[in-house]
């Protein structure tokens, strides 16, 4: 017999199962609405009670047989996400109600909104969220897309500049470096860059970095992939602020795409891209051309 029920998250038995499950979903789907693996393995230990799994249990087997086929995900206290198979998209009210109820359980009072964050243009998912109270508030973010088979451009690295893998010896300059492009604050330090590195989805031949003839980094950027699906997500690059207008960035991501090609990428992507004139320049001459937005639906709990 077949049923479906949900359960908390358990990472010691759970965690490789849905790693699994979410690169399965894009080869069955090709579509981009549901998180891709390294975003999970990122964030899942930060926010594990926000974890709920929907399984598929065929209790006439011995043992009985458990499918995924669904789960929450959460962001920060207030944004939560659905990844589901969409063959089972007549689950996702159950899985609303209990983000509701989940929230109301460990937000305090200050915190009086929450917002379900999906793929814009997901009509099916958007007027149930209409339908139990939810509003179309703003822009959560974007995804910037580059198919496996877009041909690469060729840029070269400027004169005096070299680009190479980067070294534990780099981590604390690295960091640093990190937190004055994108403000992360003290928290961002190379213990973060420690633990990145021991994750499934880093390959330090794909962690790359532009040195000037000082050593200083000039530029960076770290393609992930997931060695099961073998999709790629560039996370983080960015450039030296002494440094920009010299096209390292272009060099460097392009460096980064052609040692990339020989694991056969279905495509690189970018979560959280920046949409500023500049960075969109960048995506686009690196072929990063298609641009999806995620858009935040929100209610007052």
Not at 56 to 77: G, H
Not at 177 to 206: M, P, Q
Not at 262 to 279: L, Q, R
Request: hydrophobic share 35%; net charge negative.
């Amino acid at each position: 017999m077949m049923n479906i029920h949900s359960r908390p998250y358990n990472k010691n038995v759970d965690f490789t199962r849905i790693m699994r499950f979410l690169g399965d979903l894009f080869e069955t789907t090709k579509s981009y609405e549901n998180w891709f693996p390294d975003r999970f393995e990122n964030s899942s230990d930060t926010r594990e009670d926000g974890i709920r799994i929907w399984e598929v249990v065929n209790d006439s087997l011995t043992p009985p047989s458990e499918e995924i086929i669904a789960l929450t995900t959460r962001d920060s206290p207030k944004d939560y996400f659905l990844q589901v198979n969409p063959n089972y998209r007549n689950i996702e009210r159950d899985m609303i109600i209990w983000i509701e109820q989940h929230f109301r359980e460990k937000e305090s009072d200050d915190v009086q909104k929450v917002n379900i964050n999906i793929l814009e243009g997901n009509e099916e998912r958007e007027r149930l969220l209409a339908e139990l109270g939810y509003k179309n508030d703003s822009i959560y973010g974007y995804y910037r897309i580059r198919p496996g088979d877009t041909p690469i451009p060729s840029f070269n690295c400027p004169e005096n500049f070299k680009i190479r893998t980067l070294k534990r010896s780099d981590y604390e300059q690295l960091a640093l470096l990190i937190r004055r492009v994108f403000g992360h604050g003290e928290f961002f330090t190379a213990d973060v860059l420690e633990w990145l590195a021991s994750c499934s989805f880093y390959n330090r031949e794909l962690d790359l970095v532009i040195v000037n003839p000082e050593g200083i980094i000039a530029s960076f950027c770290t393609f992930r992939i997931d060695p099961h699906s073998r999709i790629i997500s560039l996370e983080p690059t960015g450039t030296n602020p002494d440094f920009r207008k010299l096209g390292l960035g272009k060099a460097l991501i392009t460096e980064g795409i052609k040692r990339s090609m020989k694991y056969s990428p279905p495509f690189f992507y970018i979560d959280g891209a920046a949409n500023t004139p500049a960075a969109n320049r960048l995506y686009d001459v690196t072929g990063f051309t298609e641009k999806y937005v995620i858009t935040s639906w929100v209610k007052r709990i």
